[in-house]
């Protein structure tokens, strides 16, 4: 089932979202609905928080269901290692419309359960990597416009207000 994807400014966008204690048959009916939302939608994740689930849980494929190995569920990941630096343009689902350039780590490495409850470590560079830590992010959360700073966080937060406003958000 596809769920409405919850923009900037809902309550539980912006809370830490807690652990997976079982993987359940209502855990399997999310991860589908988590992989079909993000591929509707469509974008290359979603974590569970941007459809209302306060549970550490995110899909990720950058082939946007293109290749058919780019599928990644994470359940309670978290990271074993990051380093170095990439500076891209990123954008998210919950805040369309805009984007702006985040310093992530270049490589990161993330451990986490599958949908069947076993430890995969997951290593990643590039999109991935960055694909990684946005949606890790979004499991504390954080968006992408809270690691703005200055002007640039405050011209993406006064727009997202006027169109709250006008009932355009
Ligand atoms: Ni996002």
Same mark, same amino acid.
């Given at each position: 089932?596809? +769920? ?17 204690? /079982?993987?359940?048959?209502? &855990?399997? %009916?999310?991860? !589908? #609905? ?6 509707? /939608?469509? =974008?290359? =994740?979603?974590? /569970? ?5 306060? *549970?550490?849980?995110?899909?990720? !494929? &950058? $082939? ?6 780019? *599928? ?9 290692? %990051?380093?170095?630096? @990439?500076?891209? #343009?990123?954008?998210?689902? $919950? ?8 310093? +992530?780590?270049? +490589? ?5 359960? !599958?949908?069947? =409850?076993?430890? @995969? ?7 991935? /990597?960055?694909?990684? @830590?946005?949606?890790? #992010?979004?499991? #504390? =959360?954080? *968006?992408?416009?809270?690691?703005? %700073?200055? &002007?640039?966080? !405050?011209?993406?937060? %006064?727009?997202? +207000? ?8």
């Amino acid at each position: 089932m596809i +769920r409405p994807i919850l923009k900037y400014g809902d309550a539980v966008l912006h809370e830490k979202a807690q652990v997976v204690e /079982a993987i359940t048959p209502e &855990i399997a %009916r999310l991860v !589908d #609905d988590m992989i079909h939302t993000m591929y509707a /939608a469509p =974008g290359v =994740g979603l974590a /569970a928080p941007q459809i209302g689930v306060p *549970l550490r849980v995110f899909v990720v !494929d &950058i $082939s946007v269901g293109l290749d058919e190995k780019g *599928l990644r569920i994470l359940i309670n990941p978290e990271f074993v290692e %990051r380093d170095g630096t @990439q500076l891209e #343009d990123e954008g998210c689902l $919950s805040v369309p419309g805009f984007t702006a350039t985040v310093v +992530r780590p270049s +490589r990161a490495v993330v451990k986490a359960l !599958d949908r069947h =409850g076993q430890e @995969q470590q997951h290593e990643a560079t590039g999109l991935l /990597a960055r694909a990684f @830590q946005h949606e890790m #992010d979004h499991l #504390d =959360g954080t *968006l992408f416009v809270d690691r703005l %700073r200055g &002007i640039k966080r !405050d011209l993406i937060v %006064r727009k997202i +207000r006027k169109l709250s406003r006008a009932g355009k958000w």
